[in-house]
């Protein structure tokens, strides 16, 4: 038995067969979120928004309860929460509502090379649509942004910064807080890509003066094809809608058309009631688990698991040296074994950790490697777990003859 009390939470881990570290790619679902898929289609399954009986009611009532909690969880409004599939749609959104809409040849765009391309290559496609020109910030090779590097970057043309929260490579936590001042100071807007962050952080709206914040259901236990965007009333408001058709509208003439009020003027389309309703059994668990005790978990862990791998002259992580900055991402590379045979490797004992370029290919270019190992961790994993990795490296050397 796990000495940790959440792991029984979990279907997948009372099997016994996995010791789950990928959890930057997508995490596991307790009970109580795939409960709630089935409560859905079992009791209240109708096309949410549109019917006058008391199913649809009640779908609606369900969709708008998670908005409600989505909004909580972040410090936001629910008018100003916007359901997406994932955080690279929401992001995108942005970029084709905002961005498309808003800059001007010679404007610039201010990004990082440590970012995922969800929050790399719609910002492009919004240059190469406007005019505008992206410019790339560059970390330290801990992940930090020297004050010089960002004010070099920020500048008077500057008038969308698009910076991830969380790096999912490195594990540290970049400064949005201080960059969106500098953002603001030029009148830019702030797009934060919190996909690494809010399942492992209190992430507040207001606190980090983000315009725009994106994120992932499936990445905080919640179901797939569901996502957050949040978006600043005033800016949202004014922006175009996405996409067009059914439930975004409030009238429709052969003439010409007028818009819902927010956020159903982003919403087109059957809506993800069921992922909405999973989502918000997700935060509800998140809640109840809460921030200091996942941060405690994560952190122990990874300590341990930093601390084991440093015996290994073999074994290289990328990122902060302080264990306590990588938010449960420890990537890393094993002199003379490819990624993919770390991982596969891994697999013959029931290790899943990723392998690969963790879809930020300039930052793997940045760091001179092709790709690295990735373990990550959230609440539910354990010592042995961490101790079953630390055991496998070596055997993953003799293996590959070394
Ligand atoms: C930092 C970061 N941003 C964006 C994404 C994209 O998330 P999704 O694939 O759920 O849209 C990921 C996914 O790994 C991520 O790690």
């Not at 995922?116 to 005019?131: I, Q």
């Not at 490195?170 to 962050?197: F, T």
């Not at 507040?204 to 994106?214: C, P, T």
């Not at 074994?337 to 990723?354: A, C, E, F, K, T």
Request: aromatic content about 8%; hydrophobic content about 40%; charged content about 25%.
């Amino acid at each position: 038995m796990s000495g940790n009390p959440f792991r029984n939470d979990f279907p997948v881990f009372r099997t016994g067969k996995y010791r789950y570290m990928d959890s930057a790619a997508t995490a596991q679902r307790p009970d109580s979120v795939i409960e709630a898929l089935k409560d859905y289609y079992e009791t209240m399954n109708a096309n949410p928004l549109r019917g006058l009986y008391e199913l649809s009611i009640k779908a609606t009532e369900g969709y708008e309860e998670s908005r409600r909690a989505a909004a909580q969880l972040i410090g936001a409004k629910p008018g100003e929460i916007i359901f997406t599939r994932n955080a690279t749609e929401s992001l995108n959104l942005v970029a084709y509502s905002y961005a498309m809409n808003f800059l001007e040849p010679g404007d610039e765009i201010v990004t990082t090379v440590m970012e995922h391309h969800s929050n790399m290559l719609p910002w492009r496609m919004a240059a190469e649509k406007t005019g505008a020109v992206v410019r790339y910030l560059t970390p330290l090779s801990d992940g930090t942004f020297t004050e010089e590097e960002l004010s070099l970057g920020i500048t008077d043309r500057t008038r969308l910064v698009a910076i991830g929260h969380v790096s999912n490579v490195l594990g540290c936590e970049n400064p949005v807080k201080r960059i969106a001042q500098m953002a603001h100071d030029k009148g830019a807007v702030v797009v934060v890509d919190a996909a690494q962050s809010v399942p492992h952080m209190k992430v507040d709206v207001n606190e980090l003066s983000a315009d725009f914040l994106a994120f992932s259901g499936h990445k905080l236990m919640g179901p797939f094809g569901i996502g957050v965007l949040f978006g600043k009333e005033e800016l949202l408001d004014k922006m175009p809608p996405f996409l067009r058709g059914g439930e975004m509208i409030e009238s429709v003439s052969l003439e010409g058309q007028t818009w819902a009020e927010l956020p159903h003027k982003f919403e087109a389309g059957t809506v993800n009631a069921a992922g909405a309703f999973g989502l918000k059994s997700a935060i509800d668990y998140l809640n109840r688990a809460g921030y200091e005790r996942i941060r405690e978990v994560e952190d122990t862990l990874t300590a341990r698991l930093m601390e084991g791998m440093s015996r290994f002259e073999y074994v290289h992580i990328q990122g902060p040296e302080d264990p306590y900055r990588h938010n449960g991402i420890v990537s890393f590379t094993i002199d003379g074994v490819h990624p993919h045979d770390i991982s596969s490797i891994l697999d013959g004992s029931g290790i899943n950790i990723r392998a690969g370029h963790h879809c930020a290919e300039p930052l793997m270019k940045y760091l001179k490697v092709q790709s690295t190992a990735r373990a990550s961790l959230y609440l539910y994993n354990d010592e042995e777990d961490v101790d079953a990795l630390l055991e496998a490296i070596p055997r993953v050397r003799r293996i590959m003859g070394l």
